[in-house]
């Protein structure tokens, strides 16, 4: 007999969990019932649906730590040491963007925590995720605290992961993070910010067959910021369903986001982006870029921006476009004895990587290096 999800959760609870985990896991649960994501124009739910259900009880293991000096706990870890912090942090997040988020937050059986405290110094975390994992992160940057984090996240087959990345006052982290799982992929990111943190976030969606993605970016305190600078190469079959909002709650708060995406062969993607301004926020500035470049007869890209404003006095705006690499512009490149292949890659380049540019160093170079590969 097939097990009701209720069933399922609770299987996938890990030990001595407090009750206020549990009413978390109960939350998201019923998110995932009500299914309120029920159809979509470019994603097949019914492929998504099996995602989901290739979760085998695969357990995450802990992080390689490349570089750098992070306190790293499991999460029944954490739920020892660092209770209160991380009930705050499940508190401040947003209710889940659909089922399938839902799903992931109420059927985590494992995962971990990477705490950065002003010691911590750059770091970089390599993730191997298991086929049929399911499993939940979270990324701490202590107030006060400075850090860069890059994570090459990698597996094979499917996965689902959540992730809650957690800035205290005053601190300030780049969160750079590197898709490059071989199979069918959830992944799911909220970032919170607190009163005077800022934040530079960025995805480069870099590998995968069937992949959705959503990233929240919440800004939770007066004059925190975050800055979104992400991008996506497409090729063979590849479908991409990246979903990004920004959350703003208090007055004074700052968000900006620029996705690029380059579509090759019979690619497909679709980026829905989201600026939510909500009551009280007032004196917030919020810009929202999305921009496709396509390259190959088959492929394609949809682009749809939207506002959400509650309040008066602010600034907020998006942009969009869908285009093709023009001949004019190969041609030029081509009169200075380039032939047509590396004329194309070059325009291609320069495109994903203004949308990277503005990160700092370390980051930027990594992801460079991964977009010159897949170019």
């Known amino acids: 007999m097939r097990k009701s ?12 969990e407090p009750e206020w985990m549990a009413a978390y896991r109960e939350s998201n649960l019923a998110v ?27 357990v995450q293991p802990a992080p390689k730590i490349v570089h750098g000096k992070p306190t790293v706990l499991s999460i029944a870890e954490a739920l020892y040491e660092i209770p209160e912090l991380l009930r705050s942090i499940l508190a401040a997040e947003e209710k889940p963007k659909d089922q399938f988020e839902g799903y992931i937050n109420s059927h985590f059986n494992s995962g971990f925590v990477i705490v950065a405290g002003k010691e911590a110094g750059d770091i970089t975390l390599r993730i191997e995720a298991p086929e049929g994992v399911c499993s939940k992160r979270f990324i701490i940057i202590e107030e006060g605290a ?9 597996g094979h087959g499917t996965t689902l992961c959540s992730e809650t990345v957690y800035l205290g ?8 993070r590197l898709h490059l799982g071989k199979g069918d992929s959830m992944a799911y990111q909220q970032c919170i910010a607190e009163e005077g943190a ?3 976030n960025s995805n480069a969606w870099l590998s995968g067959n069937l992949v959705r993605g959503n990233t929240a970016n919440i800004l939770n305190g007066p004059g925190a910021s975050a800055m979104e600078y992400s991008a ?21 708060t700052d968000s900006h986001c620029i996705f690029k995406s380059a579509m090759k062969d019979s690619s497909s ?5 989201m600026i939510r301004i909500q009551e009280g926020a007032d004196k917030s500035n919020a810009l929202l870029e999305c921009h496709s470049i396509i390259l190959g007869g088959e492929a394609s890209s949809n682009q749809i921006p939207g506002l959400e404003i509650k309040t008066d006095d602010v600034k907020a705006t998006h942009s969009a476009t869908v285009s093709r690499i023009e001949e004019e512009e190969l041609f030029y490149i081509q009169s200075r004895g380039i032939i047509r292949e590396d004329a194309e890659k070059m325009v291609l380049r320069s ?17 460079v290096q991964e977009i010159e590969l897949r170019t």
């Open 5 to 16: 999800a209720a069933a399922q959760a609770q299987e996938h609870r890990i030990a001595k």
């Open 32 to 58: 995932f019932t009500e299914k309120p994501l029920r159809k979509s124009k470019y994603t097949s739910i019914t492929r998504l649906e099996e995602i989901i259900a290739g979760n085998s009880g695969a």
């Open 146 to 154: 400075e850090c860069c984090i890059i994570e090459e996240l990698a």
């Open 169 to 176: 006052k005053g601190a300030k982290a780049t969160i750079a």
């Open 198 to 200: 800022s934040l530079v």
């Open 232 to 252: 996506l190469i497409g090729s063979g079959s590849q479908h991409f369903d990246i979903n990004y909002s920004s959350i703003h709650r208090t007055q004074a």
């Open 269 to 273: 993607s679709v980026f829905d982006g």
């Open 351 to 367: 495109f994903l990587e203004s949308a990277v540019s503005m990160l700092p160093q370390k980051a930027r170079e990594r992801l």
